[in-house]
């Protein structure tokens, strides 16, 4: 498996609470991604990097903020966690190659509950 | 970015062939096309990546029509332990955002 983890594995929280996941990797891979998934939405794009301080927009970005310091961590930041974003998170690292994208690794996840 | 089109659900049979098919109208010429396979309560992982023509390995075949525009997943006489979701993507090497489809779910009876 590739060497990605994600932290905390389980989390709940209460509405308007400031809420931070990890995603830490030791490939030393380029890209690094969050992703939801909820029942009837399959895996929706949050954020993603494509190196140390480089990051942009994903599919559904509003209320969440990310950093990426060091190329090992990926930090995902929810501002004030509504009831909506109880979901479970995915991390996936990636390479650079040629050709096609390189295979996405992903994360164990994270089981968010916000009350 | 393509978006891809996938049938929501699929039933089948231990030991029959399923091939599942994913529109995608507006693939670049560069982008490729890769599949993915995802268990409850993990994440998903690769199957099988192709261009055009057919590309086969230990799990599956990828058929991609000569316009591109579509392409099948086909896994050989499946079992109740391939009973997952499948997903499509399309990008290239270069494509930063890559995009989950909502998958197709695949439920095998014995």
């Known amino acids: 498996d590739a060497g990605i983890t994600q932290s905390p594995r389980h989390k709940v929280t209460e509405t308007g609470t400031p809420v931070t996941l990890r995603c830490h990797q030791t490939e030393n891979h380029r890209y690094m991604y969050w992703y939801r998934q909820d029942p009837g939405h399959g895996l929706r794009l949050i954020h993603y990097s494509y190196g140390v301080k480089d990051t942009d927009k994903g599919e559904v970005s509003d209320g969440y903020s990310v950093s990426r310091s060091k190329t090992e961590d990926f930090l995902l930041t929810l501002e004030s966690a509504t009831s909506s974003q109880t979901s479970v998170y995915f991390c996936a690292i990636r390479g650079s190659g040629t050709g096609g994208p390189d295979e996405q690794y992903f994360g164990p996840g994270t089981r968010l509950t916000v009350t | 970015l393509a978006k891809t089109t996938q049938p929501i659900s699929m039933d089948s049979y231990e030991g029959q062939e399923v091939n599942i098919t994913c529109s995608h109208n507006?693939?670049?010429?560069?982008?490729?096309i890769t599949w993915y396979q995802q268990f409850p309560s993990q994440g998903p992982r690769f199957i099988i990546q192709g261009y055009k023509t057919k590309v086969t390995n230990e799990v599956a075949s990828l058929f991609i029509p000569a316009d591109r525009k579509s392409s099948t997943l086909s896994l050989p006489r499946v079992s109740l332990s391939d009973t997952a979701v499948y997903y499509c993507l399309v990008g290239s090497y270069n494509t930063d955002k890559l995009i989950f489809g909502t998958g197709t779910r695949l439920q095998v009876f014995p």
């Open positions: 507006n693939i670049a010429t560069n982008d490729y």
